[in-house]
DNA sequence: GGCTATCCTGAATACTCGTTCAGATCGCCG
DNA sequence: CGGCGATCTGAACGAGTATTCAGGATAGCC
């Protein structure tokens, strides 16, 4: 897309000429169009009000509406991952990344704690390809980060893990199911309750005791400037 | 049902005649038409081609697409529930009951490990008010027997929950996470590997070791005799 | 200034699907 | 027998919606 011969290049003029914005903001009122009334629900309509442009528009842009869900897709995925890892550089130490795990999952983060969005992606996964790689991808990124925690802490002594595949694919098969309550408000499930059910959990296959991920998180959640 | 003042009782002729068991067919064929196309994929169509009648009867007994599908969820949740029940009952022993819990749930039983239908079921919970019932019923039932088996346990100084309603909470969600994966064919995942995580788990939070759940099941799951 | 490619709009189009409806069929009863 | 209510069918209707399309605006370029 960049390569194009000629092309609009730059320009510089006002920031409501650039195309590029408007895809941007098209694919993330899509995400927020999905999140409120499931894949199922999402009228080309709707994702045209939400971005306040005209249906013609999402469809020049993206194609067809199957197009702009794949897209959008990919787009949370982007985002999902550039928070993941710049949440876990900023903390050092194993502890305080699993809790900072436990944050982010139980929605103090803006995108990874998005628990609706990931219910209605695992359903499209079953029978969407893009989705299923979508999902699959978010996973093992998720998953993949959990392991790296697990291991540091292993290095250092801190965690006792006896199986540390089966440890992380638990813990974070836990998170799943801890999550669909969260997402459905489940009377009794808070984000309060998630972390300290997981923590609890996470003690238990790591070897240490409970008190150990008690306490208040080493630092709050980093807010992002804007949106 | 038996109740009709005088109607159509009995008559004994052929079975094609009872107007009930054609209701119960297009109930089964709505199930299994959500089961592989999901709610947002079943028509009245595709329901009315599976039971092997018209569109029209359909929506004659149910009212209309909406009711179909909400009086699904309830007949599954029946089937559901007598075969938990049933299932439970024929066995003795916490061990061997939380052995069986997690063969029902990885699939060796016709309903109960019926994933693909319970991941649908949680998406249009999120919207939909009887989706929402169903689960939470069937969820509190679940979650109700897993419990009395760690009691149980429990009072017969077998286990050694350090809290039960956590860990019931956190072994029942372990599933659904777990369910996730199993639903979606996740490379590595399979039943065998399921019972085996999840019974590891129960053993960490249950205070036992790990060889306690090992072995063969007592008793292979039982066939209904037919359907 | 004219020309062109890009970006954008909203009405028109075409199609899918839930629901309605005008009847068929059939067992039963007076 | 003739009527009746329950059950059942499939065609017709109409609402909703993805996609197409005929153009309008704008910016850069010759």
Redesign the interface.
């Known amino acids: 897309m960049a390569g194009t011969t000629s092309g609009q290049a730059a320009g510089g003029s006002t920031a409501a000429r650039a195309p590029e914005e408007r895809r941007r903001r098209i694919l993330e009122a899509t995400v927020a169009v999905i999140r409120d009334?499931?894949?199922?629900?999402t009228r080309v309509t709707d994702i045209a009000a939400a971005a306040g442009t005209s249906s013609g528009l999402v469809l020049y842009h993206f194609g067809s509406l199957a197009g702009a869900l794949t897209q959008a897709l990919t787009h949370v995925e982007d985002v999902f991952y550039g928070e993941l890892e710049s949440e876990l550089e900023a903390v050092p130490g194993p502890v305080d990344r699993l809790r900072l795990m436990a944050d982010l999952a139980s929605g103090a983060g803006p995108a990874v704690g998005d628990w609706?969005l990931w219910?209605?992606l695992?359903?499209r996964?079953?029978?969407d390809d893009d989705a299923?790689a979508a999902?699959?991808s978010l996973?093992r990124r998720w998953r993949a980060a959990l392991r790296r925690v697990v291991v540091e802490g292993a290095a250092a002594g801190v965690f006792h893990p006896a199986d540390v595949a089966?440890t992380t694919?638990?813990l974070?098969?836990?998170?799943?199911?801890?999550a669909?309550?969260l997402?459905?408000a489940?009377p009794g499930m808070t984000p309060a309750r998630f972390k300290r059910?997981w923590l609890?959990?996470a003690a238990?296959?790591l070897g240490v005791p409970a008190q150990a991920f008690r306490g208040r998180a080493a630092r709050p959640v980093r807010r992002r400037t804007a949106s």
């Not at 009334?37 to 629900?41: L, V």
């Not at 974070?172 to 801890?178: A, E, I, K, R, V």
């Open positions: 009334r499931g894949f199922a629900g609706t219910l209605e695992w359903v996964a079953l029978r299923r999902r699959e996973d089966a694919l638990r974070s098969s836990l998170m799943d199911g801890l669909i309550q997402a459905l489940e059910l609890d959990a238990l296959e």
